[in-house]
């Protein structure tokens, strides 16, 4: 069984907002004011970049969240 720290929380909430971040980035938005790097009107102009930026944040806190943050229990006999 897995026991979770304090603190937990708190890193699965960034890693949801960064997966969002991921999401929003791509969508297309006509109203935007000059064409992504990709060559389209995205709800960011930076798309590729802040794409990959969010990616790599949410895997780190995902990595952090996953190492530092669950403690194994030992069974004990």
């Known amino acids: 069984m897995k026991q979770k720290k304090k603190g937990y929380g708190l890193l ?28 389209y009107k995205a709800h960011c102009t930076f798309t590729p970049i802040s794409t990959l930026f969010c990616i790599i944040l949410a895997g780190a806190i995902c990595k952090i969240r996953k190492t530092k943050f669950t403690v194994q229990e030992q069974n004990k006999l």
């Open 12 to 39: 699965m909430i960034l890693t949801i907002i960064f997966t969002l971040g991921i999401i929003s980035t791509l969508i297309p938005q006509a109203t935007a004011s000059k064409n992504c790097l990709l060559g």
